[in-house]
Protein backbone atom coordinates (compact mmCIF):
# COMPACT_ATOMS: atom_id res chain seq x y z
CA UNK A 1 0.00 0.00 0.00
CA UNK A 2 2.99 2.65 0.79
CA UNK A 3 4.91 1.32 -2.43
CA UNK A 4 1.26 2.38 -4.58
CA UNK A 5 0.48 5.71 -2.44
CA UNK A 6 4.66 6.77 -3.65
CA UNK A 7 3.67 5.97 -7.01
CA UNK A 8 0.82 7.81 -7.33
CA UNK A 9 1.23 10.87 -4.65
CA UNK A 10 4.15 13.56 -6.27
CA UNK A 11 6.86 13.48 -4.13
CA UNK A 12 6.61 16.94 -3.03
CA UNK A 13 3.56 16.33 -1.92
CA UNK A 14 4.34 13.15 0.22
CA UNK A 15 6.93 15.83 1.83
CA UNK A 16 4.22 18.04 2.74
CA UNK A 17 2.43 15.19 4.23
CA UNK A 18 5.58 13.83 6.33
CA UNK A 19 5.86 17.58 7.91
CA UNK A 20 2.20 17.92 9.45
CA UNK A 21 3.38 14.74 11.41
CA UNK A 22 4.62 15.03 14.42
CA UNK A 23 7.83 14.82 15.81
CA UNK A 24 7.52 12.73 18.84
CA UNK A 25 11.03 13.33 19.38
CA UNK A 26 11.22 17.01 19.65
CA UNK A 27 7.61 17.32 21.73
CA UNK A 28 9.44 14.82 24.06
CA UNK A 29 12.48 17.16 24.57
CA UNK A 30 10.18 20.08 25.05
CA UNK A 31 8.88 18.19 28.32
CA UNK A 32 12.34 17.77 29.69
CA UNK A 33 13.61 20.09 32.31
CA UNK A 34 17.08 22.31 31.94
CA UNK A 35 19.44 23.12 34.31
CA UNK A 36 21.15 26.17 32.48
CA UNK A 37 24.51 26.04 33.89
CA UNK A 38 28.11 28.11 32.27
CA UNK A 39 31.11 26.62 30.99
CA UNK A 40 29.78 23.75 28.47
CA UNK A 41 31.98 23.13 26.07
CA UNK A 42 32.59 20.74 23.13
CA UNK A 43 35.85 18.70 21.87
CA UNK A 44 35.48 16.45 18.75
CA UNK A 45 34.17 16.33 15.43
CA UNK A 46 30.26 16.60 14.59
CA UNK A 47 29.66 13.16 14.60
CA UNK A 48 31.47 12.06 17.43
CA UNK A 49 32.03 14.85 19.55
CA UNK A 50 30.34 15.94 22.65
CA UNK A 51 29.30 18.14 25.34
CA UNK A 52 30.39 18.57 28.69
CA UNK A 53 30.73 21.22 31.45
CA UNK A 54 34.42 22.31 31.42
CA UNK A 55 35.90 21.66 34.62
CA UNK A 56 39.85 21.36 36.45
CA UNK A 57 38.64 18.29 37.87
CA UNK A 58 39.00 16.65 34.88
CA UNK A 59 42.66 16.72 34.62
CA UNK A 60 44.77 14.05 35.25
CA UNK A 61 41.56 12.16 36.16
CA UNK A 62 40.56 8.59 34.29
CA UNK A 63 37.43 8.62 31.71
CA UNK A 64 35.03 5.76 31.07
CA UNK A 65 34.50 6.02 27.16
CA UNK A 66 32.20 3.65 26.21
CA UNK A 67 31.80 3.26 22.77
CA UNK A 68 34.20 3.54 20.07
CA UNK A 69 33.98 3.03 16.71
CA UNK A 70 36.15 4.37 14.35
CA UNK A 71 35.60 8.22 15.66
CA UNK A 72 38.03 8.59 18.61
CA UNK A 73 38.04 12.66 17.91
CA UNK A 74 36.77 13.35 21.55
CA UNK A 75 38.40 10.82 23.43
CA UNK A 76 42.07 11.94 22.33
CA UNK A 77 40.96 15.64 22.08
CA UNK A 78 39.73 14.75 25.74
CA UNK A 79 43.76 13.83 26.60
CA UNK A 80 45.12 16.13 24.71
CA UNK A 81 43.15 18.41 26.84
CA UNK A 82 43.52 17.58 30.46
CA UNK A 83 46.26 15.08 30.27
CA UNK A 84 43.60 12.53 31.04
CA UNK A 85 43.50 8.98 31.19
CA UNK A 86 40.72 7.08 28.74
CA UNK A 87 39.81 3.59 29.52
CA UNK A 88 37.72 3.00 25.79
CA UNK A 89 35.39 0.12 26.07
CA UNK A 90 34.10 -1.76 22.83
CA UNK A 91 34.41 -5.09 21.35
CA UNK A 92 33.29 -4.51 17.66
CA UNK A 93 35.82 -5.84 15.57
CA UNK A 94 36.22 -2.26 12.97
CA UNK A 95 36.61 -0.62 16.70
CA UNK A 96 39.27 -2.19 18.08
CA UNK A 97 41.26 -2.03 14.81
CA UNK A 98 40.53 1.79 14.46
CA UNK A 99 42.23 1.82 18.03
CA UNK A 100 45.34 -0.85 17.20
CA UNK A 101 45.75 1.44 14.15
CA UNK A 102 45.92 4.48 16.64
CA UNK A 103 48.33 3.01 19.11
CA UNK A 104 50.69 2.33 16.24
CA UNK A 105 50.63 6.16 14.96
CA UNK A 106 50.98 7.61 19.00
CA UNK A 107 53.30 10.37 19.17
CA UNK A 108 52.78 11.48 15.55
CA UNK A 109 51.16 14.71 14.44
CA UNK A 110 48.12 15.82 12.56
CA UNK A 111 48.50 15.95 8.90
CA UNK A 112 44.76 16.60 7.29
CA UNK A 113 41.24 17.82 8.89
CA UNK A 114 39.11 15.58 10.50
CA UNK A 115 36.03 13.78 7.81
CA UNK A 116 32.86 14.07 9.39
CA UNK A 117 31.29 10.27 7.92
CA UNK A 118 32.20 8.51 11.82
CA UNK A 119 35.34 7.05 9.61
CA UNK A 120 38.70 8.94 10.47
CA UNK A 121 41.56 8.57 9.02
CA UNK A 122 44.33 7.74 11.17
CA UNK A 123 46.51 10.64 9.91
CA UNK A 124 43.81 13.43 10.92
CA UNK A 125 44.30 13.08 14.92
CA UNK A 126 46.91 14.56 17.00
CA UNK A 127 48.67 12.13 18.85
CA UNK A 128 51.43 13.98 20.11
CA UNK A 129 49.89 13.45 23.30
CA UNK A 130 48.90 9.55 23.41
CA UNK A 131 50.88 6.58 24.39
CA UNK A 132 50.44 3.06 26.26
CA UNK A 133 49.55 4.85 29.42
CA UNK A 134 46.76 6.97 28.77
CA UNK A 135 44.55 5.64 25.96
CA UNK A 136 43.31 1.98 26.96
CA UNK A 137 40.96 -0.28 25.11
CA UNK A 138 38.66 -2.94 27.29
CA UNK A 139 37.86 -5.15 24.11
CA UNK A 140 34.21 -6.07 25.93
CA UNK A 141 30.66 -4.63 26.26
CA UNK A 142 30.01 -2.65 28.96
CA UNK A 143 26.63 -4.06 30.45
CA UNK A 144 25.04 -4.85 34.22
CA UNK A 145 26.33 -7.79 33.98
CA UNK A 146 30.23 -8.87 34.72
CA UNK A 147 31.75 -11.95 32.23
CA UNK A 148 28.47 -13.15 30.90
CA UNK A 149 28.46 -13.60 26.79
CA UNK A 150 25.70 -12.28 24.60
CA UNK A 151 24.72 -11.78 21.14
CA UNK A 152 26.47 -8.35 19.62
CA UNK A 153 23.76 -7.92 16.71
CA UNK A 154 25.10 -6.46 13.25
CA UNK A 155 23.64 -3.15 12.47
CA UNK A 156 20.60 -3.39 9.56
CA UNK A 157 23.62 -0.87 7.24
CA UNK A 158 26.46 -2.92 6.80
CA UNK A 159 28.47 -0.43 6.17
CA UNK A 160 27.59 1.20 9.92
CA UNK A 161 29.77 0.16 12.25
CA UNK A 162 28.01 0.42 15.66
CA UNK A 163 26.68 -3.46 16.97
CA UNK A 164 24.03 -3.62 19.90
CA UNK A 165 23.13 -6.03 22.85
CA UNK A 166 19.39 -5.03 22.52
CA UNK A 167 19.22 -4.95 18.72
CA UNK A 168 17.12 -1.62 18.75
CA UNK A 169 18.43 -1.39 15.35
CA UNK A 170 16.43 -3.95 13.89
CA UNK A 171 13.33 -3.26 16.08
CA UNK A 172 14.35 -5.43 18.86
CA UNK A 173 14.52 -8.84 16.85
CA UNK A 174 16.24 -11.95 18.33
CA UNK A 175 17.10 -13.79 14.85
CA UNK A 176 19.38 -11.22 12.76
CA UNK A 177 22.73 -11.40 12.43
CA UNK A 178 25.25 -11.46 15.49
CA UNK A 179 28.53 -11.92 16.80
CA UNK A 180 29.17 -13.10 20.24
CA UNK A 181 30.95 -10.52 22.81
CA UNK A 182 31.91 -10.55 26.66
CA UNK A 183 30.10 -8.24 28.85
CA UNK A 184 31.81 -6.31 31.75
CA UNK A 185 30.58 -3.81 34.09
CA UNK A 186 31.26 -0.27 35.40
CA UNK A 187 31.85 -1.61 38.93
CA UNK A 188 34.18 -4.32 37.32
CA UNK A 189 35.94 -1.62 35.21
CA UNK A 190 36.48 0.87 38.47
CA UNK A 191 37.86 -2.73 40.96
CA UNK A 192 40.19 -3.34 37.85
CA UNK A 193 41.85 -0.12 37.54
CA UNK A 194 41.56 0.89 41.47
CA UNK A 195 40.13 4.08 40.55
CA UNK A 196 37.87 5.38 43.97
CA UNK A 197 35.40 7.91 42.07
CA UNK A 198 35.34 8.34 38.59
CA UNK A 199 34.68 11.98 37.29
CA UNK A 200 33.34 11.18 33.76
CA UNK A 201 31.29 8.32 31.65
CA UNK A 202 30.72 8.59 28.09
CA UNK A 203 27.92 5.82 27.41
CA UNK A 204 27.32 5.74 23.04
CA UNK A 205 26.60 2.15 23.42
CA UNK A 206 23.59 1.62 21.45
CA UNK A 207 20.70 0.49 23.21
CA UNK A 208 22.40 -1.16 26.38
CA UNK A 209 22.60 2.96 28.39
CA UNK A 210 19.47 2.28 29.75
CA UNK A 211 20.75 -0.91 31.69
CA UNK A 212 24.18 0.25 32.78
CA UNK A 213 22.95 3.79 34.17
CA UNK A 214 20.63 1.43 36.20
CA UNK A 215 23.51 -0.99 37.18
CA UNK A 216 25.62 1.90 38.34
CA UNK A 217 22.51 3.56 40.77
CA UNK A 218 22.21 0.26 42.01
CA UNK A 219 25.98 -0.22 42.38
CA UNK A 220 26.18 4.01 43.90
CA UNK A 221 28.71 4.75 41.16
CA UNK A 222 28.08 8.38 40.69
CA UNK A 223 30.35 10.52 38.26
CA UNK A 224 30.46 14.00 38.72
CA UNK A 225 29.16 13.99 34.26
CA UNK A 226 27.05 11.26 32.49
CA UNK A 227 27.18 11.76 28.89
CA UNK A 228 24.94 9.37 27.43
CA UNK A 229 23.17 8.87 23.86
CA UNK A 230 20.09 7.09 24.28
CA UNK A 231 20.32 5.94 20.97
CA UNK A 232 16.74 4.08 21.08
CA UNK A 233 15.33 7.85 20.47
CA UNK A 234 16.89 7.77 16.86
CA UNK A 235 14.19 5.49 16.13
CA UNK A 236 11.43 6.56 18.39
CA UNK A 237 8.69 4.35 19.75
CA UNK A 238 6.95 3.57 23.19
CA UNK A 239 9.10 1.50 23.71
CA UNK A 240 12.00 3.77 23.45
CA UNK A 241 10.13 6.47 25.23
CA UNK A 242 9.44 4.57 27.91
CA UNK A 243 13.05 2.75 28.86
CA UNK A 244 14.33 6.75 28.49
CA UNK A 245 12.09 7.76 30.87
CA UNK A 246 12.30 5.87 33.58
CA UNK A 247 16.29 5.89 33.46
CA UNK A 248 15.80 9.55 33.04
CA UNK A 249 14.00 9.55 36.21
CA UNK A 250 15.86 7.71 38.10
CA UNK A 251 19.28 10.44 37.34
CA UNK A 252 16.98 13.24 38.71
CA UNK A 253 16.47 11.26 42.10
CA UNK A 254 20.23 10.66 42.38
CA UNK A 255 19.99 14.39 42.21
CA UNK A 256 21.87 14.61 38.87
CA UNK A 257 20.52 17.55 36.47
CA UNK A 258 19.73 17.78 32.98
CA UNK A 259 21.92 20.19 31.42
CA UNK A 260 21.85 19.60 27.69
CA UNK A 261 21.29 17.55 25.02
CA UNK A 262 21.74 17.88 20.63
CA UNK A 263 18.86 18.32 18.44
CA UNK A 264 21.16 15.86 15.63
CA UNK A 265 21.39 13.34 17.89
CA UNK A 266 20.22 12.19 21.21
CA UNK A 267 23.22 13.21 22.90
CA UNK A 268 22.66 13.80 26.89
CA UNK A 269 24.43 15.67 29.53
CA UNK A 270 24.01 14.99 33.32
CA UNK A 271 26.00 16.74 35.60
CA UNK A 272 25.49 15.60 39.93
Not at 10 to 15: A, M, R, S
Not at 100 to 111: D, L, R, V
Not at 201 to 222: H, S, T, Y
Request: glycine share 2%; charged share 30%; with cysteine.
Amino acid sequence: MKKFIKKLLPKFIINYLKNLIPNKKNSLLKKLKFDHIKDITYLGTDYGGWSFLENTNLKNKIIISAGLGEDASFDIELISKYNCKVIAVDPTPRAIDHYNQIKMNAGKPKKEPYREDGKLKISSYDLTQINDENFILIKKALYNSNNEELKFFEPPNKEHVSFSINNWQNDYKKDTNFIKVETITVKNILDKFNINHLEMIKLDIEGAQVEVLKNMIEEKIFPNQILVEFDELNKINELAINRFLNVHQKLLTENYKLVKTSNNFPNFLYVK
